[in-house]
Antibody
Framework: QITLKESGPTLVKPTQTLTLTCTCSGFSLRTSGVGVGWIRQPPGKALEWLAFIYWNDDKRYSPSLRNRLTITKDTSKNQVVLTMTNMDPVDTATYYC???????????????????WGQGTLVTVSS | QSVLTQTPSASGTPGQRVTISCSGSTSNIGSNSVNWYHQVPGTAPKLLIYSNNQRPSGVPDRFSGSKSGTSASLAISGLQSEDEADYFCAAWDDSLNGWLFGGGTKLTVL
């Protein structure tokens, strides 16, 4: 059974750096094709993709947040870490990590999906 | 504002068939596959449909997905009260080199 669990501070002050850890079980971050993504959801709003890391350490970032985000993985601990600098109250959201089992390209383009998701962790940015 | 456009709300009565749409562009839905997630408020999203029309194990065949051009649809037949949730579409965008999510559709079972 694949599970992911997010951990980190529930409250951060404006301008501080947020560090979130996603602890993965039931799969290995070394497995070819596997990836982990981070997605956030402000209260009552839509999902927003933040970052993604592939098994081979290739990384992708949301263009609008690229200069504030860093995603890394620790294969020995099977963890993925997301850091976001210069936090602002508008960054208040539930942050999810999610497993991507595989990816491939065909005539229909790029195929990749998130399954399952962690339970999420609510991060509030306030002084 | 999400680049994938969804109607904010939809509704139906038990047993009915409901369709939720997702509109994008050539750089996302027009070029890549679409996934659908559902989310009961207060819980994490769950995968409902992947690669346009594939159901993960455990998802009833009442749920089906389709794609045509730059739009995608999720159909729910035999609507049940437990289907009341928020539904999000998602697709990779070649211009952004990342994922886009739709704004979500809140489905109410009357």
């Amino acid at each position: 059974q694949i599970t992911l669990k997010e951990s980190g501070p529930t409250l951060v002050k404006p301008t501080q750096t947020l560090t979130l850890t996603c602890t993965c079980s039931g799969f290995s971050l070394r497995t070819s094709g596997v990836g982990v993504g981070w997605i956030r959801q402000p209260p009552g709003k839509a999902l927003e993709w933040l970052a993604f890391i592939y098994w081979n350490d290739d990384k992708r970032y949301s263009p609008s947040l690229r200069n504030r985000l860093t995603i890394t993985k620790d294969t020995s601990k099977n963890q993925v870490v997301l850091t976001m600098t210069n936090m602002d109250p508008v960054d208040t959201a539930t942050y999810y990590c999610a497993h991507s089992p595989t990816y491939y390209y065909d005539i229909g383009g790029y195929h990749n999906w998130f399954d399952p998701w962690g339970q999420g962790t609510l991060v509030t940015v306030s002084s | 504002q999400s680049v994938l456009t969804q109607t904010p709300s939809a509704s139906g009565t038990p047993g009915q068939r409901v369709t939720i749409s997702c509109s994008g562009s050539t750089s996302n839905i027009g070029s890549n596959s679409v996934n659908w997630y559902h989310q009961v408020p207060g819980t994490a999203p769950k995968l409902l449909i992947y690669s346009n029309n594939q159901r993960p194990s455990g998802v009833p065949d009442r749920f089906s997905g389709s794609k045509s051009g730059t739009s995608a649809s999720l159909a729910i037949s035999g609507l049940q009260s437990e289907d009341e949730a928020d539904y999000f579409c998602a697709a990779w965008d070649d211009s952004l080199n990342g994922w886009l999510f739709g704004g979500g559709t809140k489905l109410t079972v009357l």
